[in-house]
């Protein structure tokens, strides 16, 4: 089965060629006549004689996409268990038979917030070729479940693996499954663990106006301009009044010299010493609005400091009261320096591929701050979902999962992930799901972001006697 991908103004679309010898049945087109729940909205088009399926999967992303080196949390998992039982209740109510849809991880496409699946309805081939299909389809879905469950949550695990049991034994919808699991009660046909608050879709660019002078996406300038305001609001009032005041002085303390080296201009007639307590009096507060000015501007500087420092300790506190954290810092330690035997008193060697110093980063300048992130697993996810992504670009411009980079054997690799407007490299737009080879110096766009891919890792010469 050959997949293409195509991308237009405001749509992304996954292609699959009908089969020639299906003629279109009833199903076909009650599926794409009336969109149904759980269903990718398809499209029938022609070109040069030829049909093809038009499934538009506009901000969502594959399952083995998104967790191809990453674990399923039991959230995660209860959520795609309860799509299959929706989709099935669904194609029942429409009298669809469960063998025209692609159970395939591969074609399971799921909201990045909500983590809802949407199916592939391909009714392809014949009654015996699309059972075979069927089944071959959710033992590769049963089978990567139990690879990718949290390691660490052995309920997690004990649900992946009943439904391998069941799946073995012919039984596809874990109903009974997410009966046996205990959980809080739902509304009808709710799906556990989605916050309708948090869906939000990414901003489409305009294609002639200045992308600046849209309304900005909230969420994103709150994640920049939040603290900022709390901590220098208290500071730049006091600071500007200072700076007035020294304004107002210095002009008085000129026309008064000005007074002094011209007299006959003086409205009113002043002896000696009151022009001499006069120019003291500048002087004075001159010196007074002066002093103001150096405290408040050291006042926001310590409460800048202080501020910062407030942060570190909050970091230092959350990683040593948070357990799971402190194993992936040490995780992250033993891959980064090679500390496997520094328990055992040995000398350790560190990797020569992964000094601290070394390594592959993106760098740029987003909404007026410098912004590094180190690409520190592959693939390394970058979207502006903060729960979903491994770096995250706060721009409404961003899809919530937006593209990713992958490292392989050393040379690291740029692929688009469905997004909305658009992945780039030097200046050329990817393919939809196009991968492209990374070079250091390269300018990666995402969207109206543009970032610097650079990669420090340096290789030993091999070689020997």
Same mark, same amino acid.
């Given at each position: %089965?050959?997949?293409?991908?195509?991308?237009?103004?405001?749509?992304?679309?996954?292609?699959?060629?009908?089969?020639?010898?299906?003629?279109?049945?009833?199903?076909?087109?009650?599926?794409?006549?009336?969109?149904?729940?759980?269903?990718?909205?398809?499209?029938?088009?022609?070109?040069? &004689?030829?049909?093809?399926?038009?499934?538009?999967?506009?901000?969502?992303?594959?399952?083995?996409?998104?967790?191809?080196?990453?674990?399923?949390?039991?959230?995660?998992?209860?959520?795609? $268990?309860?799509? =299959?039982?929706?989709?099935?209740?669904?194609?029942?109510?429409?009298?669809?038979?469960?063998?025209?849809? $692609?159970?395939?991880?591969?074609?399971?496409? $799921?909201?990045?917030?909500?983590?809802?699946?949407?199916?592939?309805?391909?009714?392809?081939?014949?009654?015996?070729?699309?059972?075979?299909?069927?089944?071959?389809?959710?033992?590769?879905?049963?089978?990567?479940?139990?690879?990718?469950?949290?390691?660490?949550?052995?309920?997690?695990?004990?649900?992946?693996?009943?439904?391998?049991?069941?799946?073995?034994?012919?039984?596809?919808?874990?109903?009974?499954? =997410?009966?046996?699991?205990? *959980?809080?009660?739902? #509304?009808?046909?709710?799906?556990?663990?989605?916050?309708?608050?948090?869906?939000?879709?990414?901003?489409? $660019?305009?294609?002639?106006?200045?992308?600046?002078?849209?309304?900005?996406?909230?969420? *994103?300038?709150?994640?920049?301009?939040?603290?900022?305001?709390?901590?220098?609001?208290?500071?730049?009032?006091?600071?500007?009044?200072?700076?007035?005041? +020294?304004?107002?002085?210095?002009?008085?303390?000129?026309?008064?010299?000005?007074?002094?080296?011209?007299? *006959?201009? %003086?409205?009113?007639?002043?002896?000696?010493?009151?022009? +001499? +307590?006069?120019?003291?009096? =500048?002087?004075?507060?001159?010196?007074?609005?002066?002093?103001?000015?150096?405290?408040?501007?050291?006042?926001?500087?310590?409460?800048?400091?202080?501020? /910062?420092?407030? #942060?570190?300790?909050?970091?230092?506190?959350?990683?040593?009261?948070?357990?799971?954290?402190?194993?992936?810092?040490? /995780?992250?330690?033993?891959?980064?320096?090679? %500390?496997?035997?520094?328990?055992?008193?040995?000398?350790?060697?560190?990797?020569?591929?992964?000094?601290?110093?070394?390594?592959? /980063?993106?760098?740029?300048?987003?909404?007026?701050?410098?912004?590094?992130?180190?690409?520190? #697993?592959?693939?390394?996810?970058?979207?502006?979902?903060?729960? /979903?992504?491994?770096?995250?670009?706060?721009?409404? *411009?961003?899809?919530?999962?937006?593209?990713?980079?992958?490292?392989?054997?050393?040379?690291?690799?740029?692929?688009?992930?469905?997004?909305?407007?658009?992945?780039? =490299?030097?200046?050329?737009?990817?393919?939809?799901?196009?991968?492209?080879?990374?070079?250091?110096?390269?300018?990666?766009?995402?969207? &109206?972001?543009?970032?610097?891919?650079?990669?420090?890792?340096?290789?030993?010469?091999?070689?020997?006697?």
């Amino acid at each position: %089965m050959e997949v293409r991908y195509k991308s237009d103004a405001s749509h992304n679309y996954m292609i699959i060629a009908k089969d020639t010898q299906n003629q279109r049945s009833s199903h076909e087109k009650m599926v794409i006549r009336n969109p149904i729940a759980g269903l990718l909205k398809l499209k029938l088009h022609f070109i040069d &004689n030829e049909a093809f399926y038009y499934y538009e999967i506009q901000s969502r992303q594959s399952l083995v996409r998104l967790f191809e080196n990453r674990e399923l949390g039991r959230k995660e998992m209860m959520c795609l $268990l309860n799509g =299959i039982i929706a989709i099935f209740r669904e194609l029942e109510r429409y009298l669809l038979p469960s063998d025209e849809v $692609l159970f395939d991880p591969e074609f399971i496409y $799921l909201e990045p917030d909500t983590f809802e699946p949407a199916f592939v309805y391909y009714p392809c081939g014949t009654s015996s070729e699309r059972g075979r299909r069927s089944k071959e389809d959710f033992a590769c879905l049963a089978q990567f479940l139990i690879d990718h469950a949290d390691k660490d949550d052995r309920e997690c695990q004990r649900i992946a693996y009943d439904y391998y049991l069941a799946v073995e034994e012919g039984v596809y919808s874990p109903e009974g499954i =997410i009966r046996a699991e205990p *959980s809080a009660p739902k #509304k009808e046909n709710e799906l556990p663990f989605t916050d309708p608050a948090e869906e939000k879709e990414e901003t489409v $660019l305009p294609q002639a106006e200045d992308y600046w002078e849209m309304e900005e996406d909230r969420s *994103s300038l709150d994640y920049y301009l939040s603290d900022k305001k709390d901590e220098t609001v208290g500071v730049e009032k006091p600071l500007r009044l200072a700076l007035c005041c +020294l304004g107002i002085i210095a002009v008085a303390a000129i026309a008064y010299l000005f007074l002094v080296c011209n007299p *006959s201009m %003086m409205p009113v007639t002043l002896n000696e010493t009151e022009y +001499l +307590l006069a120019g003291c009096g =500048i002087a004075l507060l001159f010196g007074a609005a002066l002093t103001g000015v150096i405290f408040t501007y050291n006042r926001r500087k310590v409460r800048e400091e202080n501020e /910062r420092q407030e #942060k570190r300790e909050e970091e230092i506190s959350r990683v040593e009261t948070d357990p799971m954290l402190q194993k992936e810092i040490l /995780r992250q330690e033993k891959e980064v320096y090679g %500390m496997d035997n520094a328990e055992d008193g040995k000398t350790v060697l560190l990797n020569v591929r992964h000094r601290p110093d070394q390594g592959a /980063r993106l760098s740029g300048r987003i909404r007026g701050r410098d912004t590094d992130l180190a690409i520190d #697993k592959s693939p390394y996810l970058i979207g502006k979902r903060n729960e /979903r992504v491994d770096g995250v670009i706060p721009d409404g *411009s961003v899809s919530r999962v937006h593209a990713s980079i992958m490292n392989r054997d050393g040379r690291y690799f740029l692929s688009d992930m469905n997004s909305t407007n658009g992945t780039f =490299i030097n200046g050329r737009r990817l393919e939809l799901n196009e991968t492209a080879v990374l070079e250091d110096g390269d300018e990666i766009g995402f969207a &109206n972001v543009t970032m610097t891919f650079q990669n420090r890792i340096s290789y030993p010469a091999y070689g020997g006697s």
